[in-house]
């Protein structure tokens, strides 16, 4: 298990992991009740050979008063066992801190796991908030699952090469963790979606395209995503979001990855950020559309809200 408290201080060893020991915030605009814990989504990590998945995020939050922890769990698999080692993990950080709960923010498929920990475990948990999060299914995924149906060959490609990938992205993050790339891609399906969601419903809109409750059980549910798959000609990482939009025959506006109806999750935030899945956490490198709010900008405005209702 890998845990890290981010800061702007020089770092000092507490046990195993490493944590740093917070300034003094320049403002308090920032510093919410409890942790911020951010959960990644498919193919995620922390930090990859130099390039952080949260790229200034930690530190911006950090800055004016939040602690903030970053959290590593299989970049592959389904949202309950990537769930359960998301428990783990904030386990250890209400223990490290004497904190009573914690924020969690998922990215991406780090949204299913952070619903999955706030149904299972809500006495963990003051708010979730879903960034991109693949609530409802994504035709990406679908249509990779019907291939996989349809084609030895390709699930053999997806159980093999992606397994492969996963496992080396693991590798290199330092995870240590059992990757299942399948298990992801089904998860993600909408028949697999609407599963979960019947399972672990607090937050899901009732519509199709509408806000859920607010608040469940004293637990806040927030959402924000983007809606433009390519955005800047000087990031590379556009191709990614750019072909992946092309499995959207619908004219749904989505950010290359998942549909924005899909990403509601309790109070929609915003869902037509000028930004692409990878924009919404500062991917590649904090290179984003030039005329749209710095997302660092909305995670600065997020924890002032989450700080001001209370968590």
Known sequence: MKLKCLALAAAITVSAPTFSMSSTPETGYTETKYPIVLAHGLFGFDSLLGVDYWYKIPETLQKDGASVYLTQVSNSN????????????????LALTGAEKVNLIGHSHGGPTTRYVASVRPDLVASVTSVGGVNKGTPVAQTLQDWNEGSTEFEWLLDNLGNALSTTIDFLSGGGYEQDLLASIGSMTFAEAERFNNEHPAGIPATACGEGDYEVNG?????????????????????????????????????????????????????????????????????????????????RTHANRLKLAGF
């Not at 389904?78 to 250890?92: A, D, K, M, N, V």
């Open 219 to 299: 637990i806040g549910f927030y959402s924000w995503t983007g809606a433009k798959p390519v955005t800047n000609v000087l990031d590379i990482s556009d191709l990614i979001t750019a072909g992946a939009s092309l499995f959207f025959t619908d004219g749904e506006a989505n950010d290359g990855l998942v549909g924005t109806c899909s990403t509601h999750l309790g109070m929609v935030v915003r869902d037509d950020f000028k930004m692409n899945h990878l924009d919404e956490v500062n991917q590649l490198l904090g290179i984003h559309h030039l005329t749209e709010t710095d997302p660092l900008t909305v995670f």
């Open 78 to 93: 389904s949202p309950e066992i990537r769930g359960e080692q998301l428990i783990l993990q904030i386990e250890e950080i």
